[in-house]
């Protein structure tokens, strides 16, 4: 049984009931970063947020829901981040240095 560690107040009468699980703050992150764009979520596994530091670096940090929140940083370009729900695989995308457009970087994260 899930406890509501941060219940949301809602409608009695819609047919889901929604709480949280964690509070993203409170492990260190940057709430600059809880905004559309800088935040993934990817099934009941893993939150991926782009922080950017104060000396302007920037990293993304990968939050395992279903391993005690172990936070993973690793400094990467990245505009957003999303992982694979079944393996340690994680999928970047970036601007190019150059010009205009995007690239996709894919990386298994075991091997790295």
Known sequence: PRVDK????????LPAR???IVDLSTLGLNANSFRFGCLTLESERY?????ELPDGTIQVCIVELQNNNNITRRAM???SAIMNTHHNIIALKARNDGGSGHFV??????NK
């Open 18 to 20: 929604l709480f949280g």
């Open 6 to 13: 941060f219940p949301i107040k809602m409608d009695q009468s």
């Open 77 to 79: 370009k990245a505009e």
């Open 105 to 110: 970087q894919v990386y298994n994260l075991d």
């Open 47 to 51: 939150v991926c947020i782009r922080e």
